[in-house]
């Protein structure tokens, strides 16, 4: 039986990225030889546009089961992996959900989508013997954007400059969302007519009716500039601060001319920032620290990871600090060892945690450990890969604040000259010295709520770094390794039983008839 691709749009996506999603999952099937179909699941922000293009939403669409949902931008790696997916699944009908922004995505098949998306130029009032350059400006969503806001007015200055070069008497085309901005900051041009605010479609057709385009980081003006292109196509140098976070994802055709601006001012103040400052509290040599929140536990995760390092951790004396923002019901009063003490913000407990001790064990209530285990097998700095080629595991960073942490440090760094970039996010314990941990946090002036400190740490001390092996497993069963680290989705009932197993005994700090949650 043929198998069936299904293009599940990703929610709250405009025109661009659904022209995206549509050519990829056109190209996947075609390497398939499966039929592709499509649905839209409706959004309060935004609608399904292709039907302009004389593609309705398909009817009839089976059940299908969704083999990849991943917010992380395309390359051919990514087809790859969702190729092999769909061919290994029993599935008669597969789902795919993914952005994809990549002309790579979908190359082998381009000329057909060039023929598909093709729309009648606009006629437009053009000089005799100007050429027509289309200049598409992104403002709105994107005006102060951590990630997205990367044009600014001297970025079309330079980039309108450049086509005054190479290209014969141009006059511009300003197509934006916010064309008063627009008139108010390029009012000196001459060789410019700026254009009323348009729709997705009529802004296609004004960049179908140029000749060369500059554009924003922005998926519409992509498809504008790539439909169209007959010249030259000017694009920002940096698509995305920290662009490299998505792996060799190349939005821009290696063909089109970069040209950087100023950068913004980019604050990792998005987030609450708690400035740093050193405590004067007794100093021990060692310590395990776990920050909590009590309000965001799904079982007694807490409780099972301080079994594990009661049982496996061989350093017995060592203390123990949660610093929670509430104290957990199964620790008792007269815990020996184990200390709380309430620190309502992660922010809180990493400035008062890093200052417990010479050398601190920092410990998540979702890290186990499962065989026994000393400082040194701790210790090494771990990465999962560079920045440029750890990719899909990070995704997106506006799926969730932790993302968005590690996104705001490795930017800082990047602008302090740590270009050789590496992904120190394992979900293993970490080991820190508090003087290193100090400086680091002083050298960023604070932190912020999901600051990313192993990012930050051990980009600048990463003496006797390694890449993260088979000693650590993320589930959902144990497996042979000697770290794991459940998330949500993975913390089945099944595992569940397994660390009941494996850790049956109450530790001594545990307060006695308390159940245990399920």
């Not at 059940?63 to 992380?72: A, T």
């Not at 390359?75 to 969702?82: E, K």
């Not at 996010?425 to 912020?448: D, I, N, Q």
């Not at 099944?494 to 850790?503: I, R, T, W």
Request: charge should be neutral; aromatic fraction near 12%; charged fraction near 25%.
């Amino acid at each position: 039986m043929k198998k069936i691709l299904v293009t599940e749009f990703v929610p709250d996506c405009g025109l661009g990225n659904q022209m995206f999603e549509w050519a990829a999952g056109r190209a996947i099937a075609r390497r398939l030889g499966a039929e592709h179909k499509w649905v839209y699941k409706p959004s309060t922000k935004r609608r399904y546009e292709l039907d302009a293009f004389g593609i309705p939403l398909s009817p009839d669409v089976p059940p299908y089961k969704l083999v990849f949902d991943m917010m992380g931008k395309g390359n051919a790696a990514m087809l790859d992996l969702i190729e092999k997916r769909v061919r290994e699944s029993d599935a008669p009908a597969c789902g795919v959900r993914a952005p994809f922004q990549a002309e790579e995505c979908f190359a082998e098949i381009a000329d057909e989508i060039r023929c598909i998306f093709r729309l009648d130029p606009l006629p437009l009032n053009v000089p005799a013997h100007h050429t027509p350059v289309a200049v598409q400006v992104r403002r709105t969503d994107y005006v102060g954007h951590h990630r997205l806001d990367v044009t600014t007015p001297e970025y079309f200055r330079r980039a309108m400059s450049y086509m005054r070069e190479h290209v014969v008497r141009p006059h511009f085309f300003m197509t934006s969302d916010a064309p008063a901005w627009c008139r108010n900051t390029f009012r000196h041009d001459r060789d410019l007519t700026i254009l009323p605010k348009q729709g997705s479609i009529t802004g296609l057709r004004t960049m179908a009716a140029c000749k060369a385009h500059i554009i924003s980081n922005s998926t519409f003006g992509w498809w504008g500039a790539w439909l169209a292109e007959d010249g030259p196509v000017v694009v920002p140098k940096i698509w995305h601060f920290i662009q490299g976070l998505y792996g060799e994802w190349k939005p821009a055709p290696d063909r089109w001319v970069r040209i950087g601006g100023t950068r913004p001012d980019q604050k990792m103040a998005h987030q609450r920032l708690i400035p740093f400052k050193r405590l004067s509290e007794p100093k021990l040599d060692r310590a395990i620290v776990y920050p909590w929140h009590a309000g965001k536990a799904k079982w007694d995760e807490l409780r099972y990871s301080l079994r594990s390092v009661d049982r496996f951790f061989e350093d017995k004396d060592c203390p123990i600090f949660i610093l929670a923002n509430e104290r957990p019901g199964w620790l008792s009063y007269n815990a020996p060892r184990v200390f709380y003490e309430n620190q309502w913000g992660y922010a809180e407990a990493l400035i008062h945690g890093v200052q417990k001790a010479d050398r601190v064990l920092w410990m998540n209530d979702d890290i186990f450990l499962l065989k026994p285990t000393t400082w040194e097998d701790c210790a090494p700095p771990r990465y999962v890969g560079n920045v440029d080629t750890a990719a899909l595991g990070l995704a997106d960073p506006q799926s969730n604040s932790w993302r968005l942490g590690v996104v705001q440090v490795l930017q800082r760094l990047l602008e302090w000259g740590y270009d050789d970039q590496k992904v120190y996010s394992t979900h293993m314990p970490y080991v820190w010295e508090r003087e290193k941990a100090c400086a680091v946090l002083e050298r960023f002036g604070g932190v912020f709520d999901k600051f990313s400190m192993e990012n930050a740490y051990f980009h600048i001390h990463s003496e006797g770094s390694c890449r993260l092996g088979q000693e650590f497993t993320q589930g959902p069963m144990l497996g042979d390794a000697q770290f794991l680290n459940v998330t949500d989705m993975l913390l089945v009932p099944e595992l569940k039983e397994e660390l009941k197993a494996l850790l049956p005994e109450a530790a001594a700090w545990e307060a006695e008839g308390v159940p245990i949650l399920d």
